[in-house]
């Protein structure tokens, strides 16, 4: 399902799945920011396949606060989305993060994402996975790509998870229930 990033040799991994994937896209790398949570995406297989970083807003780079300064209200929690990135050969695991994104947000008390989105991403988002995702100004071209400023939702999806809009939803943060017999 997914591993958080907890040491030199799984972040070494983040990077290298990242890399891999936004070289083939022709993005200039980026790598994870001091006080975001990391996490890698595992395939049936057992492997690593895909990446995702969720960061509190406060501690986005200057580039990405200004960029959303005038979006942001005081009534939402709003975290950003970074380096969702799935290897071509894991390409399912792309409905793994969105789902893993909810459930971070849910568990963390997130309203809303921040995040400057490719714009295949922007549309699969919103018709296929029904997360509403707003465009809240003009396109950038940002590290080797047109991207497109985006406020996602989160609160409105992740409070109608089971609406049949939300069937593809499955669960990554669940507890299991230990039954001690004395």
Known sequence: ????????????LFHQIKKAVWDS?????EYAKDGSDLYLLIADDGEAGGTYEFTPHSKSTPFIRALFEDVITDEMKVMELDSLAVLPKYRGLGR???????????????????????????????????VRATQVKE????????????????????VNKNHPDYSWYTPMFSQIK?????
């Open 1 to 12: 399902m997914y591993k958080q990033v907890d040491s030199a040799e799984s972040l070494a």
């Open 25 to 29: 896209m022709g993005f200039d790398m």
């Open 96 to 130: 793994k993060g969105i789902s893993l994104m909810l459930d971070y947000a849910e568990k963390h008390g997130y309203t809303h994402a921040v995040g400057i989105a490719d714009p295949t991403f922007f549309q699969l988002i919103n018709n296929k996975y029904h």
């Open 139 to 158: 396109k950038i071209f940002y590290k080797g790509a047109d991207t497109i400023p985006t406020l996602f939702h989160l609160k409105e999806a992740y």
């Open 178 to 182: 230990v039954e001690v017999v004395g």
